[in-house]
């Protein structure tokens, strides 16, 4: 019998106040007013943070959660603003995402958008442009993914309407305490508005980021 494919939130980072990313979003900054650094400075001290440079970093809960990104993800879905900060019809083409020719993903992504463009391929990871509703676009990444479970990027305004259409299977969202954003895109005023519909358990790690497990029930 095989295994379904869920629907996952993996290491989605908000502020202690909720939000994901603060306002202004632009080339320059893609979390708008919020500061990426002090937001993943986590998962950035980890052995297994994908950008690491020099040897070393922390084991423990944090690296497991790093290193668990990519597990049984075949395909990812994320909406338009965590892919560029352009508003509106294409202007061109140029602009492939903020991670280079190396994108993270290594599956097809799918970006939810009113204003489809091409498809393109960057290294082994595959961007389509779709319109529709969640459930059309998860079905969708479904087919792609293979099998696997499909990852829901962000940003936080993505993740509520996946949740508000009641698609979401797991969560993990890393709430960085000391962080506060006040405006922005916002995932919740609190945890607790997903109590009804979601098990919870909060684990406190030791660099001081609460991480937040959530499974249906």
């Known amino acids: 019998m095989s295994q379904p494919q869920l629907l996952r939130v993996q290491n989605f980072n908000v502020s202690s106040d909720g939000f994901g990313a603060g306002e202004h979003q632009a080339l320059e900054r893609p979390f708008g007013h919020a500061d ?27 690296d497991y959660f790093t290193r668990d990104f990519a597990n ?17 019809p294409w202007q061109d083409y140029e602009w492939k995402g903020w991670w280079g020719d ?16 091409p498809s393109f391929t960057l290294s082994d990871t595959t961007f389509h442009f779709v319109g529709g509703d969640p459930a059309d ?16 990027g962000g940003g ?7 949740l508000d259409a009641d698609l979401v299977d797991t969560l993990h969202v890393a709430v960085s305490p000391g962080v506060v954003i ?4 916002r995932l919740w005023e609190s945890p ?6 979601f098990h ?14 959530f499974w249906r029930k």
């Open 156 to 162: 936080a305004a993505t993740i509520r309407e996946f």
């Open 200 to 213: 919870c358990d909060v684990v406190p790690s030791p660099s001081g980021v609460v991480h937040h497990l």
């Open 102 to 117: 190396e994108p993270p993903f290594h599956t097809p992504v799918f970006v939810m958008t009113h204003h489809e463009r």
């Open 72 to 88: 049984n993800i075949g395909a990812e879905i994320m909406g338009r603003n965590k892919f560029s900060p352009q508003r509106g």
């Open 182 to 185: 006040g405006s922005g895109s």
């Open 36 to 62: 990426p650094g002090q937001m993943f400075a986590w998962a950035g001290a980890t052995a297994s943070w994908p950008n690491r440079t020099d040897p070393g970093g922390s084991r423990g809960l944090d």
């Open 192 to 197: 607790e508005e997903l109590f009804d519909r």
């Open 137 to 152: 676009v998860l079905e969708q990444a479904r087919e792609a993914a293979g099998g696997k479970d499909v990852r829901l």
